[in-house]
């Protein structure tokens, strides 16, 4: 019997910042969570993953994290990730000021 794929989003850390980025689906690394591409096809999935290990002037430790289809784009299914989309823990830097 095969299991049941959970879609997916390629995630990493951009090598200058250390911030978190998402692939798209036009191959950008983006900030936001809900630009990410949502791969729903396991060997899709694997592919992209490549695609983003061979990046190493722009992201490090790619990988990839579990999604679902959200009103606005791909939203995170755990809580780690979620964290990591709201960015550093201290507010007065990183995506939280901007966001002021």
Known sequence: MS???IPKVVTANRLREGDVVYLTADDRWSP???EAELIEDEARAQIRLLFATAQKLYVVGA???DA???PDGPEPVHVR???RTRGPSNYSH???ADLV
Do not use: N, S, V
């Open 3 to 5: 299991r049941h794929f």
């Open 32 to 34: 936001i969570h809900h």
């Open 63 to 65: 990988y990839l994290a």
């Open 68 to 70: 679902k289809a959200g």
């Open 81 to 83: 990730e979620a964290f």
């Open 94 to 96: 990183g995506k939280q």
